[in-house]
């Protein structure tokens, strides 16, 4: 039946006007706008004008959102970052298209990239040197336009063009050759480069930089350091500044106060991010004494919520000799000040959702489950405890929907499951009604490929002939054929108020949510005489946690009934550490604290734990605490570990709609549902009485 439906959307398709644009005055069709549009900006990009293709790849993709090559724009603007000597806009446009298009076929490449901004190694590509890994200073390039890697034999020919070239142009010109070639180089090849060039070489400073930035961002600061002093020494060009800020992050990195802890946070900048940070002052106000008057001392640094800013504020607070950072809290600067902490040696407890932080480093830790730990989660429990094997999803059209739907739909399959039905809206969507009747086969195309809804609409069609009296007859006779339903469940990935206005839709299209409802069900059974019902259990995320879902004023109430989601904090939470943290928050600030004053105040309390009990004298040791913590932390989000990755281990909050309430329960115990069942007898037939519910 889907598959004539498809069918059926091609052929309307297919007799679409075609979509046109005005391209330098011309109206052409909208593909062919994108296409000279995108072969501009390549154009920009092989003659070496890496900022300006940069530009132009932005412009594709704000004119040219629905093209076909859209998705390859991404990934070619971030590819012209790196060549402009932008890394952290170009780490920001990968973060983005990793996170927000999971989908795309330049997530492979994207990740690759990202990986050598990072300095982490790439799998595939081989010539390092031992110890050093691919990447440091952010100017990798893709293998997409110059493949890395040669052996280093493009490299060495750089590097002679430079040698050999006389003063002047010709000699600069062959210098910005050899910076482009050095930037796409791997480590190991720069190893040997720098081995082999004579120190008075025109081309050995340029190449001891980029092996001292590599060397920094690894963790080596002796050697980084010592050829840092030897660029400086031997060198007259611009290096000289790099070298310098080379030494400045190392003696940056070897003050170090015990009892100092540093806090990166959005002061200023977006209202919105400035209200995040004070909610995270709030909760950490609980645990350290923000006024300097306890022995553990806090510094407070502004990130303005940029990357750029985020970065620089680590590198102030390690240079004031911060032990260890909290913060920051945001999905674009956390990627870049975990970063930068790596490279400084600084351990840092990151707030930030952006996946992949603490694959920057082993300095690099997380208090803050991710979206995607939360799908992987449900689904492993639908899967295996609630026994559910099929699964519709209902996603918005939001970076936030892609997300949770990709990873929900990877661990189903992961767990041998099977996604039945998908359909996706547009976020201010108010009317769900023809997305639903797609999920069940309840369209008028559907409807049309039913045999006996064809006899019957005939048979009205001829015996009917009063218009008004014909159209209500129609009317009842599809409002009689029963929904297809084959799945089990149904994953929504969006927020209450959206949820208000889904679940009754759903209800309306004769689909039983409320299968832990004995009494309902009985009814249910006898109005439509059927013992073999199929309940589909409703599925949701922390957006679910909200009091406006179950506000019996809104009408939705019953309509989520035995509905199961997750949370990363419950202040409703029976739990001993959670509770205490609650009182004592409303008890301070008159209000109920959520789930980013939670994690902020527990990780608060796991540096000030560190610092109590096991008084690390230098950076390595605060973050071998932080690596090795055998005893949990009692927090407020739950009893917190880390694990190999440095991603906080913390059970979630799982959560039930219970009559109108929200309720917690224990996921390892009973489910507080029936586990989910096809029916065990023929659903009723398309002449049988509807369902109601």
Same mark, same amino acid.
């Given at each position: 039946?889907?598959?004539?439906?498809?069918?059926?959307?091609?052929?309307?398709?297919?007799?679409?006007?075609?979509?046109?644009?005005?391209?330098?005055?011309?109206?052409?069709?909208?593909?062919?706008?994108?296409?000279?549009?995108?072969?501009?900006?390549?154009?920009?990009?092989?003659?070496?004008?890496?900022?300006?293709?940069?530009?132009?790849?932005?412009?594709?993709?704000?004119?040219?959102?629905?093209?076909?090559?859209?998705?390859?724009?991404?990934?070619?603007?971030?590819?012209?970052?790196?060549?402009?000597?932008?890394?952290?806009?170009?780490?920001?446009?990968?973060?983005?298209?990793?996170?927000?298009?999971?989908?795309?076929?330049?997530?492979?490449?994207? $990740?690759?990239?990202? &990986? #050598? /901004? +990072?300095?982490?190694? !790439?799998?595939? *590509?081989?010539?390092? %040197?031992?110890? =050093?890994?691919?990447?440091?200073?952010?100017?990798?390039?893709?293998?997409?336009?110059?493949?890395?890697?040669?052996?280093?034999?493009?490299?060495?020919?750089?590097?002679?063009?430079?040698?050999?070239?006389?003063?002047? $142009?010709?000699?600069? &010109? #062959? /210098? +910005?050759?050899?910076? !482009?070639?050095? *930037?796409?180089?791997? %480590?190991?090849? =720069?190893?040997?480069?720098?081995?082999?060039?004579?120190?008075?070489?025109?081309?050995?400073?340029?190449?001891?930089?980029?092996?001292?930035?590599?060397?920094?961002?690894?963790?080596?600061?002796?050697?980084?350091?010592?050829?840092?002093?030897?660029?400086?020494?031997?060198?007259?060009?611009?290096?000289?500044?790099?070298?310098?800020?080379?030494?400045?992050?190392?003696?940056?990195?070897?003050?170090?106060?015990?009892?100092?802890?540093?806090?990166?946070?959005?002061?200023?900048?977006?209202?919105?991010?400035?209200?995040?940070?004070?909610?995270?002052?709030?909760?950490?106000?609980?645990?350290?004494?923000?006024?300097?008057?306890?022995?553990?001392?806090?510094?407070?640094?502004?990130?303005?919520?940029?990357?750029?800013?985020?970065?620089?504020?680590?590198?102030?607070?390690?240079?004031?000799?911060?032990?260890?950072?909290?913060?920051?809290?945001?999905?674009?600067?956390?990627?870049?000040?975990?970063?930068?902490?790596?490279?400084?040696?600084?351990?840092?407890?990151?707030?930030?959702?952006?996946?992949?932080?603490?694959?920057?480093?082993?300095?690099?830790?997380?208090?803050?489950?991710?979206?995607?730990?939360?799908?992987?989660?449900?689904?492993?429990?639908?899967?295996?405890?609630?026994?559910?094997?099929?699964?519709?999803?209902?996603?918005?059209?939001?970076?936030?929907?892609?997300?949770?739907?990709?990873?929900?739909?990877?661990?189903?399959?992961?767990?041998?499951?099977?996604?039945?039905?998908?359909?996706?809206?547009?976020?201010?969507?108010?009317?769900?009604?023809?997305?639903?009747?797609?999920?069940?086969?309840?369209?008028?195309?559907?409807?049309?490929?039913?045999?006996?809804?064809?006899?019957?609409?005939?048979?009205?069609?001829?015996?009917?002939?009063?218009?008004?009296?014909?159209?209500?007859?129609?009317?009842?006779?599809?409002?009689?054929?029963?929904?297809?339903?084959?799945?089990?469940?149904?994953?929504?990935?969006?927020?209450?108020?959206?949820?208000?206005?889904?679940?009754?839709?759903?209800?309306?299209?004769?689909?039983?949510?409320?299968?832990?409802?004995?009494?309902?069900?009985?009814?249910?059974?006898?109005?439509?005489?059927?013992?073999?019902?199929?309940?589909?259990?409703?599925?949701?995320?922390?957006?679910?946690?909200?009091?406006?879902?179950?506000?019996?004023?809104?009408?939705?109430?019953?309509?989520?009934?035995?509905?199961?989601?997750?949370?990363?904090?419950?202040?409703?939470?029976?739990?001993?550490?959670?509770?205490?943290?609650?009182?004592?928050?409303?008890?301070?600030?008159?209000?109920?604290?959520?789930?980013?004053?939670?994690?902020?105040?527990?990780?608060?309390?796991?540096?000030?734990?560190?610092?109590?009990?096991?008084?690390?004298?230098?950076?390595?040791?605060?973050?071998?605490?932080?690596?090795?913590?055998?005893?949990?932390?009692?927090?407020?989000?739950?009893?917190?570990?880390?694990?190999?990755?440095?991603?906080?281990?913390?059970?979630?909050?799982?959560?039930?709609?219970?009559?109108?309430?929200?309720?917690?329960?224990?996921?390892?115990?009973?489910?507080?549902?029936?586990?989910?069942?096809?029916?065990?007898?023929?659903?009723?037939?398309?002449?049988?009485?509807?369902?109601?519910?």
């Amino acid at each position: 039946m889907r598959a004539l439906r498809v069918v059926a959307v091609a052929l309307v398709l297919s007799c679409t006007p075609k979509r046109t644009v005005v391209v330098d005055g011309r109206t052409v069709a909208y593909e062919d706008g994108a296409l000279q549009k995108f072969t501009r900006a390549k154009s920009l990009f092989t003659a070496g004008q890496f900022e300006t293709a940069a530009s132009a790849y932005a412009d594709f993709l704000e004119e040219f959102a629905d093209s076909d090559l859209t998705e390859e724009a991404r990934f070619r603007r971030a590819q012209a970052l790196v060549k402009a000597g932008q890394p952290q806009q170009a780490q920001s446009a990968l973060q983005d298209l990793l996170e927000h298009h999971p989908g795309s076929p330049f997530k492979r490449q994207a $990740a690759a990239e990202l &990986a #050598r /901004l +990072q300095g982490r190694p !790439v799998e595939g *590509e081989t010539g390092t %040197a031992a110890g =050093v890994e691919p990447g440091g200073n952010g100017s990798q390039t893709s293998a997409a336009y110059e493949p890395p890697g040669d052996g280093g034999a493009g490299l060495r020919a750089a590097a002679k063009a430079v040698e050999s070239a006389s003063e002047g $142009a010709d000699r600069e &010109a #062959r /210098l +910005q050759e050899y910076g !482009v070639v050095l *930037e796409s180089a791997l %480590a190991g090849e =720069v190893v040997k480069l720098v081995a082999e060039l004579d120190k008075r070489s025109a081309a050995w400073a340029p190449a001891a930089l980029k092996l001292a930035r590599i060397q920094l961002h690894t963790g080596d600061r002796a050697h980084a350091s010592e050829l840092a002093a030897d660029i400086l020494a031997n060198s007259s060009g611009a290096e000289l500044n790099g070298a310098r800020e080379v030494q400045r992050s190392i003696n940056a990195a070897a003050q170090v106060k015990p009892l100092l802890i540093g806090i990166a946070l959005p002061l200023s900048g977006e209202p919105v991010m400035k209200g995040f940070s004070d909610q995270v002052l709030n909760a950490v106000a609980l645990v350290l004494d923000l006024q300097g008057r306890g022995a553990v001392q806090v510094e407070v640094k502004d990130t303005r919520g940029e990357p750029d800013a985020a970065a620089e504020a680590v590198e102030e607070l390690a240079r004031d000799g911060a032990i260890a950072i909290l913060g920051p809290i945001g999905f674009a600067e956390g990627p870049a000040a975990a970063a930068r902490a790596q490279q400084l040696g600084v351990p840092m407890i990151s707030l930030s959702r952006a996946e992949g932080i603490t694959a920057m480093g082993s300095y690099v830790f997380r208090d803050m489950p991710t979206s995607s730990a939360q799908a992987k989660a449900l689904a492993d429990y639908a899967s295996k405890k609630l026994g559910a094997k099929t699964f519709g999803i209902l996603q918005p059209d939001s970076s936030y929907g892609d997300e949770l739907a990709k990873d929900f739909w990877d661990a189903l399959d992961a767990n041998g499951s099977e996604v039945r039905a998908f359909e996706h809206y547009p976020v201010r969507t108010t009317t769900f009604k023809p997305f639903i009747q797609r999920m069940v086969g309840r369209t008028a195309f559907d409807l049309s490929a039913r045999r006996e809804f064809l006899a019957d609409a005939e048979k009205i069609a001829s015996d009917i002939k009063d218009p008004y009296r014909r159209r209500k007859a129609m009317a009842q006779l599809k409002s009689q054929q029963a929904p297809i339903v084959d799945f089990d469940a149904l994953f929504i990935p969006d927020g209450a108020r959206t949820i208000r206005l889904i679940a009754p839709a759903v209800a309306a299209e004769d689909v039983i949510t409320s299968g832990c409802d004995t009494k309902e069900i009985e009814v249910i059974k006898k109005t439509t005489r059927n013992d073999a019902l199929r309940t589909v259990q409703l599925l949701g995320t922390s957006l679910w946690d909200s009091s406006d879902l179950v506000d019996e004023r809104a009408g939705a109430a019953r309509y989520v009934q035995c509905s199961i989601f997750v949370d990363v904090f419950f202040p409703q939470s029976d739990r001993p550490a959670t509770r205490k943290f609650v009182e004592q928050f409303d008890s301070t600030y008159h209000r109920v604290p959520g789930f980013l004053e939670a994690h902020a105040h527990d990780a608060a309390g796991i540096l000030r734990r560190a610092i109590e009990e096991k008084h690390p004298g230098s950076r390595e040791q605060m973050r071998d605490v932080l690596a090795s913590m055998t005893k949990a932390y009692e927090g407020a989000a739950g009893d917190t570990t880390f694990d190999k990755d440095r991603e906080a281990k913390k059970a979630f909050f799982w959560l039930w709609i219970n009559r109108g309430n929200i309720q917690e329960f224990d996921p390892e115990g009973n489910p507080p549902v029936p586990p989910t069942a096809a029916p065990t007898a023929a659903a009723p037939g398309p002449t049988d009485a509807k369902p109601a519910h």
